[in-house]
C-alpha cells in the first residue's frame, strides 16, 4: 500500500457532505437509501487495506501510473520566465485522468453487489473510461451521451460501443452533458436496486464530490513527491482546467496547506460576456442541479442556461461544490478563457513540446499567457496535462 496521505488542517466536506455552504445532497426521497448506502459503503472502502491495494495495483498496472511529470523545455523557454512542469495525466490508459476514478467507483459497485452501470458523458471521456473499467470487470455498462455530443465525439462513440457498452442518445434540451446527467439520474431512480451510478466529476450529491475528489487525488499526491525529487521543493503555481473540476481538485487537494498560489481555468467560450459561455464560477450564482448546491448558469426563474465551450468535456453549466467554496474562500483563483484562446493554446503546445493536448486542458495552457509574465526565473509552475488531444481533431482541423 502506497498512499502518500499529506497530513492536512483543510478538512472538508462535513460529515453532512458540504464544502463550507455548498454540496449536499438534494436527490428524489427513492435514492436516499442509495446514497446512504454508498456513503457507509465507501466509508468502509477508505480504511480497508485490501481495497486499496486493489485499487491501486489496477492504477499501476492496468492504468500505468505513476504518471510522469515532464520538465517542458520548449515552452519555459518560448515564455523565459518560471520553469513549466506538466503532470502527464493524457499517459494513463485511455488517455485522461477519467480513469482514476472509474477503477475506483467500480470497485465499490462490485464490493455493493451491483452489476449494471450507467454513466453520463460529455467529451466521452468519462463514458470511454466507464465503459472499460465494466468489459475489465464484465459489468453491463449504458452511457448516456447528448446527441450534440454524440457527433462531436463519434470516436469515442464507436470506443464505448466496441467495447461492450450501450450508449444512449439523449436529444431533450441542449443536447449535451446536462440534459445526459438528467437521463442518467432518471435511469438511476427507476433501476435504483441493481444499478451503481458512476459519476464522472466532482459534482452530484454527497459523497461523489468527495469520493470522486479521492480517487483523484493520486495526481496531486505524485505530483508533490516528483516536484520534491527533481526539484528539492514545491512549486509556486498550480494550473489545471476546471470543468465539474475533478482533474483539477485532484491536483490541488494535497497542496491545501501549502504556500502555492492555485488556479483553475475555465471556458468562456464566445467570451464570459457574451452570453455563450461554461464559465460557471466567473458568471454564474449558487442554485441547485443534479444534487448538490453550488455555482450555477442560471437565469432569474432559476431556469439552467445554456453553456458553451469548443470542448464538449467543459460545455456544463454547473461546477462542483468544492470549488463553490474554494471560490469563496478565496483559496483558489478562477479565471476564464475563449474558446479561441484554448485553440491558439493547441498550437502552441503542439509545436513547442510536440503534445497535442485535449480541448479542455488547452485552456489551461492558455492562462498561461497571463501568468507567465507574472512569474520569475526562480519559480515553479505545475499545469495539469488532463488528456490527449486525439478525440478532438476533428474540432481543432475545423477551426484552424
Ligand atoms: C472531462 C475532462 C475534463 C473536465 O472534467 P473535470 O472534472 O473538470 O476534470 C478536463 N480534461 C479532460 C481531458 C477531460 O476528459
Partial sequence: MQTTETKTTYNQPNARGYFGDYGGKFVPEILIPAITALEQEYQKAQNDPEFLREYHELLEEYVGRPTKLTFADKLTAHYGKAKIYLKREDLCHTG????????????????????????????????????????????????????????????????????????????????????????AIRDWVTNVEDTFYIIGSVVGPHPYPMMVRNFHRVIGDEAKRQILEKEGRL??????????????????????????????????GYGVDSGQTAATITKGTPGILHGSLSY?????????????????????????????????????????VTDEEAMEAVKLLSQKEGIIPALETAHAFAWLENLMPTTSKDEIVILNLSGRGDKDMKTISENL
Fill in 96 to 183: 485522461a485522468h477519467k480513469i482514476n476514478n472509474a477503477i475506483g467507483q467500480i470497485l465499490l459497485a462490485r464490493r455493493m453487489g451491483k452489476t449494471r452501470i450507467i454513466a453520463e458523458t460529455g467529451a466521452g471521456q468519462h463514458g470511454v473510461a466507464t465503459a472499460t473499467a465494466c468489459a475489465k470487470f464484465g459489468m453491463e455498462c449504458i452511457v448516456y451521451m447528448g446527441a450534440e455530443d454524440t457527433v462531436r465525439q463519434k470516436l469515442n462513440v464507436d470506443r464505448m460501443q466496441l467495447m461492450g457498452a450501450e450508449v444512449r442518445e439523449v436529444t431533450s434540451g441542449s443536447q449535451t452533458l446536462k440534459d445526459a446527467t438528467n437521463e
Fill in 235 to 268: 512549486p509556486d503555481y498550480l494550473v489545471a482546467c476546471v470543468g465539474g473540476g475533478s482533474n483539477a481538485l485532484g491536483l490541488f487537494y494535497p497542496f491545501m496547506d501549502d504556500d502555492v498560489q492555485i488556479i483553475g481555468v475555465e471556458a468562456a
Fill in 296 to 336: 450555477l448558469l442560471h437565469d432569474q426563474n432559476g431556469q439552467i442556461e445554456l453553456a458553451h465551450s469548443i470542448s464538449a468535456g467543459l460545455d456544463y453549466p454547473g461546477i462542483g461544490p468544492e470549488h463553490s467554496f474554494l471560490h469563496d474562500s478565496g483559496r483558489v483563483q478562477y479565471h476564464a
